[in-house]
T-cell receptor
Framework: AQSVTQLGSHVSVSEGALVLLRCNYS??????LFWYVQYPNQGLQLLLK??????LVKGINGFEAEFKKSETSFHLTKPSAHMSDAAEYFC???????????FGTGTRLQVFP | DAGVTQSPTHLIKTRGQHVTLRCSPI?????VSWYQQVLGQGPQFIFQ???????GRGNFPDRFSARQFPNYSSELNVNALLLGDSALYLC??????????????FGSGTQLSVL
């Protein structure tokens, strides 16, 4: 069965610092991987997705993620954190043959001035 | 254009009661999915409907049911509510329901509290 594991339920960074949110996947078939962001009292918004076209995926708001098959990882990064990046981030996986997404438990990002 | 709209935004029920949650997809979208998000966890897939037919079902008891109407709006029904049903219920819509090929748009959710 497919699953994703997000390491670190909370991550705190200073404004301007590198953001690194970790996600490891478990899949018996080539996965499709996603990062979603959830701001307080809002639904989820797609940041980026990997669908095997390129291992380095660029998303919105300056975020990017690299698919590493050897490490079964899909970590999310942003070179310089902004206060507006404070939110909950979810990694998700799909096998492409079904229509549902399987989400990780989420990582709450705090950005300090 | 309006996004995915869900109603009500908040709801308080007592154990054993029944609840109906509603979702209106983005205009032109034919697929609606429902997710349950318990506090501190990621969303869990409940149902997907496409063209008024159930396309997928998650690991939820039969107390949970849903349907999609001719205008593609959807209802999620939960019978015999339990305390553990307290959660944020999210609705998502897309053109055809394949998140690998297209974008899912989420509503802001209905916060259900069961007392």
């Amino acid at each position: 069965a497919q699953s994703v594991t997000q390491l670190g339920s909370h991550v705190s960074v200073s404004e301007g610092a590198l953001v690194l949110l970790r996600c490891n996947y478990s899949s018996s078939v080539p996965p499709y991987l996603f990062w979603y962001v959830q701001y307080p009292n809002q639904g989820l918004q797609l940041l980026l997705k990997y669908t095997s076209a390129a291992t380095l995926v660029k998303g919105i708001n300056g975020f990017e993620a690299e698919f590493k098959k050897s490490e079964t990882s899909f970590h999310l990064t942003k070179p310089s954190a902004h206060m507006s990046d404070a939110a909950e981030y979810f990694c998700a996986v799909s096998d492409g043959n079904t229509d549902k997404l399987i989400f990780g438990t989420g990582t709450r990002l705090q950005v300090f001035p | 254009d309006a996004g995915v709209t869900q109603s009500p935004t908040h709801l308080i029920k007592t154990r054993g009661q029944h609840v109906t949650l509603r979702c209106s997809p983005i205009s032109g979208h034919k697929s609606v999915s429902w997710y349950q998000q318990v506090l501190g966890q990621g969303p869990q897939f409940i149902f997907q409907y496409y063209e008024k037919e159930e396309r997928g079902r998650g690991n939820f008891p039969d107390r949970f049911s849903a349907r999609q109407f001719p205008n593609y709006s959807s209802e999620l029904n939960v019978n015999a509510l339990l305390l553990g049903d307290s959660a944020l219920y999210l609705c998502a819509s897309s053109l055809a329901g394949f998140p690998t090929n297209e974008k899912l748009f989420f509503g802001s959710g209905t916060q259900l509290s069961v007392l």
